[in-house]
T-cell receptor, first 109, second 118 residues
Framework: DAKTTQPNSMESNEEEPVHLPCNHS???????IHWYRQLPSQGPEYVIH???SNVNNRMASLAIAEDRKSSTLILHRATLRDAAVYYC??????????FGSGTQLTVLP | ETGVTQSPTHLIKTRGQQVTLRCSSQ?????VSWYQQALGQGPQFIFQ???????GRGNFPPRFSGLQFPNYSSELNVNALELDDSALYLC?????????????????FGPGTRLTVL
């Protein structure tokens, strides 16, 4: 499976935008980029996914580099409830999700 | 719409014992995946069941086994428990159109079962 690299931790102020980076230089042409997050004491939660084009949903936006070797999850206005571990996952198949260590996002009031 | 539920919430066992964990998938879903999450790490894929058949397995020994029932609920069984089996066990359900690759399927996770092996 292609690997992803994310910063171990990031901080943001409440109500400010947050850009969470992910590097995936060995991504294959059929790999989707998925983002999940895990709030404290909960199971992971789907955030967004994309293949080539930038994607938006009610939770976040996903910006994918033109060469697809990196992507950025954008939370437009961070809230305290967004404090979580964010996982960037590559998937050519829904058979399994290969989680890395993720990025621990801390949101400061 | 009922989400993914898991039971029990917490469980304490001793080394060498056997354990069964249960998962009820989200309504309308036909696929269940199980993950093990050790403290401070990301979840690790154990296996997936699609329409009652195993449909992929991660790097876990045969003492980790599973079942999926006609109503698509699932069980994870672990025999001969070891101390390193202490972890959060997560179940996720999804709707797959085929047993092969459906790369955009979203997996919906339950809250997990916290297993402690003493």
């Amino acid at each position: 499976d292609a690997k992803t690299t994310q910063p171990n931790s990031m901080e943001s102020n409440e109500e400010e935008p947050v850009h969470l980076p992910c590097n995936h230089s060995t991504i294959s042409g059929t790999d989707y980029i998925h983002w999940y997050r895990q709030l404290p004491s909960q199971g992971p939660e789907y955030v967004i996914h994309g293949l080539t084009s930038n994607v938006n949903n009610r939770m976040a936006s996903l910006a994918i580099a033109e060469d697809r070797k990196s992507s950025t999850l954008i939370l437009h206005r961070a809230t305290l409830r967004d404090a979580a571990v964010y996982y960037c996952i590559l998937g050519g198949s829904a058979r399994q999700l290969t989680f890395g260590s993720g990025t621990q996002l801390t949101v400061l009031p | 719409e009922t989400g993914v539920t898991q039971s029990p919430t917490h469980l304490i066992k001793t080394r060498g014992q056997q354990v069964t964990l249960r998962c009820s998938s989200q309504s309308g879903h036909n696929t269940v995946s199980w993950y093990q999450q050790a403290l401070g790490q990301g979840p690790q894929f154990i296996f997936q069941y699609y329409r009652e058949e195993e449909n992929g397995r991660g790097n876990f020994p045969p003492r980790f086994s599973g079942l999926q029932f006609p109503n698509y609920s699932s069980e994870l069984n672990v025999n001969a428990l070891e101390l390193d089996d202490s972890a959060l066990y997560l179940c996720a359900s999804s709707l797959a159109r085929t047993s092969g690759s459906v790369a955009t399927d979203t997996q919906y996770f339950g809250p997990g079962t916290r297993l402690t092996v003493l």
